[in-house]
């Protein structure tokens, strides 16, 4: 793996995750994404979905445009982490202040982070954010390792 590979997958990744959130992802997906019903497993689906979709449209625009390489099977390999990892934080919408967490809310608080998710209205945006971002960067060196073939 090259850096500037890396660093124009993670690049890509990234910035399509930016638009997937918060530009093409809609309001009725946003609302009930977090709802522990069938009607939040379809609405996280579909915003994982486009979500996806536009990281794969991202990817191929920067192939396309710096001329790298990278395979099919780990473009796919890189894809699917930051879809898993999406949806996973994803189906937490809305419940990051619960008094009973489940999930990675529950990850959150055992880590020392519940006073701060119940006082900061913020909290929970950031925590979920900065669990993408990091999840991006492992999917990044998932997608730009091995030969480009």
């Known amino acids: 793996m090259t850096a500037a590979r ?19 992802q809609v309001d009725d997906q946003a609302v009930q994404k977090g709802r522990t019903d069938r009607d939040g497993v379809i609405a ?26 990278i395979s099919r099977r780990r473009a796919a390999l890189g894809l699917a982490v930051s879809a898993a990892t999406h949806y996973i934080a994803d189906r937490q919408g ?6 009973n967490p489940r999930g990675i809310v529950r990850l959150a608080a055992a880590t020392g982070h519940s006073g701060w998710l119940t006082r900061d209205p913020a909290a929970g945006y950031l925590m979920d954010q900065a669990w993408h971002k990091g999840w991006i960067f492992i999917a990044a060196l998932a997608a730009a390792s091995g030969n480009p073939k």
């Open 6 to 24: 890396f660093a124009a997958v993670y690049a890509a990744f990234t910035a399509a995750h930016e638009v997937a959130d918060h530009w093409v």
């Open 94 to 99: 809305g419940h990051w202040r619960d008094e």
């Open 44 to 69: 996280c689906t579909k915003h994982v979905l486009t979500y996806t979709a536009t990281q794969a449209l991202a990817l191929a625009a920067a192939q396309r445009a710096t001329g790298m390489r």
